[in-house]
T-cell receptor, first 116, second 111 residues
Framework: GAVVSQHPSRVICKSGTSVKIECRSLDFQATTMFWYRQFPKQSLMLMAT?????????EQGVEKDKFLINHASLTLSTLTVTSAHPEDSSFYIC????????????FGQGTRLTVV | QKEVEQDPGPLSVPEGAIVSLNCTYSNSAFQYFMWYRQYSRKGPELLMY????GNKEDGRFTAQVDKSSKYISLFIRDSQPSDSATYLCAMRANTGNQFYFGTGTSLTVIP
C-alpha cells in the first residue's frame, strides 16, 4: 500500500492563532486529497476535496475562509485552521488517492488539534 | 436514509472468536468497497479492498460483498486482543472521488 504522512500528530494552540497541518504522499503522486474531521466515537466527516493545482471543493457547512486548503503539488496538501477557537478542537485526518495503481484512499496518521 | 449504515457496537468478544462486521448501503452505483481499521487516536489503516461482488481473503481477514443485497461483511478469524479497534467500512462509485464511510464499529477482543 501507499504511505501518507501527516504532521504534526498533536498540536496545542491559543485561541485566535492559526495552525497549519501538512499531508504528504510519500511514495506516490496523489491526484486527489481529502480532509476529514473526526469527533470522538464518530465517523469521518469530509470537509473538503482538493485536486492538485485547483481550488478545493468544500462540503456544505465548512467555512472555506476558516479552513484554508492548499494542494500545491502532487505530494503535498496543507490545511490551515485560521483564527482557531476551542470549538475547532478535533481530530483532523487527511487521505490521498491516486487513480493508478490504486483506487482506494490511504490515510495519514491524523492530527489532534487542541485550541485553548 | 444514510448512504452507508454500520452498527456502532460496541462489540466485545473473547480471544479466538470469529468476528463478523457488517455494513449496508443504499446506492447501487457503489463498486469499490473497503474496510479500514482505526486504533484510538490514529488515522484509519486500509485492511481490505474489494471491487464489485465476491470474497477476498487475506490472512485472518475475509471481506465479502453481496451487491444484490447491498451488504458487505468483514470476518476476522481467531481474533486477537491486538484486533481491538474501530472498524470502518467505506465505499465509492466507479466515477467521482467521494468515499462514503460507515460510522465505524468498536471491537474489543478480551484475552
Amino acid at each position: 500500500g501507499a504511505v501518507v504522512s501527516q504532521h504534526p500528530s498533536r498540536v496545542i494552540c491559543k485561541s485566535g492563532t492559526s495552525v497549519k497541518i501538512e499531508c504528504r504522499s510519500l511514495d506516490f503522486q496523489a491526484t486527489t486529497m481529502f480532509w476529514y474531521r473526526q469527533f470522538p466515537k464518530q465517523s469521518l466527516m469530509l470537509m473538503a476535496t482538493s485536486n492538485e493545482g485547483s481550488k478545493a471543493t468544500y462540503e456544505q457547512g465548512v467555512e472555506k475562509d476558516k479552513f484554508l486548503i492548499n494542494h500545491a503539488s502532487l505530494t503535498l496538501s496543507t490545511l490551515t485552521v485560521t483564527s482557531a477557537h476551542p470549538e475547532d478542537s478535533s481530530f483532523y485526518i487527511c487521505s490521498a488517492r491516486v487513480l493508478r495503481p490504486y483506487t482506494e484512499a490511504f490515510f495519514g496518521q491524523g492530527t489532534r488539534l487542541t485550541v485553548v | 436514509q444514510k448512504e452507508v449504515e454500520q452498527d456502532p457496537g460496541p462489540l466485545s468478544v473473547p480471544e479466538g472468536a470469529i468476528v463478523s462486521l457488517n455494513c449496508t448501503y443504499s446506492n447501487s452505483a457503489f463498486q469499490y468497497f473497503m474496510w479500514y481499521r482505526q486504533y484510538s487516536r490514529k488515522g484509519p489503516e486500509l485492511l481490505m479492498y474489494t471491487y464489485s461482488s465476491g470474497n477476498k481473503e487475506d490472512g485472518r481477514f475475509t471481506a465479502q460483498v453481496d451487491k444484490s443485497s447491498k451488504y458487505i461483511s468483514l470476518f476476522i478469524r481467531d481474533s486477537q486482543p491486538s484486533d481491538s479497534a474501530t472498524y470502518l467500512c467505506a465505499m465509492r462509485a466507479n466515477t467521482g472521488n467521494q468515499f462514503y464511510f460507515g460510522t465505524g464499529t468498536s471491537l474489543t477482543v478480551i484475552p
